[in-house]
């Protein structure tokens, strides 16, 4: 049973804060008037667009993740590491992070595991601008 509030969300039977679902073409600044945030992005963007960018699957993520309420990532980020060979210990250390159970980080590692064995500025850029368009993230 759900019954309406004064800030156009509705509770649940526990009280508990429901936010309806919108559809991805519903623009931004609807959405920052009938839950009264602001969420840095154009008005006109669309709710579609600005999930993408920021990495959420769901409205009801994005209003929780901007209230501070949302306790886990929404989705694995694809990252791109780059380095400095002598960097190497700092960067091995970052990536046993996502296997650590007492860590909760998730992401996919999109970078080299190895230097490209080529001279020529054309082929490495070309592998390099490959793999960093894949990636969501770029640390």
Do not use: W
């Amino acid at each position: 049973m759900h019954s309406a509030c004064d800030d156009n969300e509705f509770r649940d039977g526990r009280g508990e804060d429901v936010i309806r679902r919108k559809r991805s073409d519903t623009r931004v600044d609807s959405i920052e008037a009938t839950y009264r945030v602001d969420l840095h992005a154009r008005g006109d963007m669309l709710l579609g667009t600005l999930l993408a960018e920021r990495g959420f699957e769901l409205q009801s993520q994005l209003i929780t993740a901007y209230q501070g309420r949302l306790k886990y990532h929404a989705r694995k980020r694809r990252l791109f590491l780059s380095f400095h060979a002598e960097e190497r210990p700092r960067v091995d250390v970052f990536r046993r992070l996502a296997s650590d159970p007492n860590v909760n980080v998730e992401f996919y590692d999109g970078s080299l595991q190895v230097p490209l064995n080529s001279e020529r500025a054309d082929y490495i850029k070309k592998t390099l601008r490959k793999r960093m368009s894949r990636a969501s993230v770029a640390v």
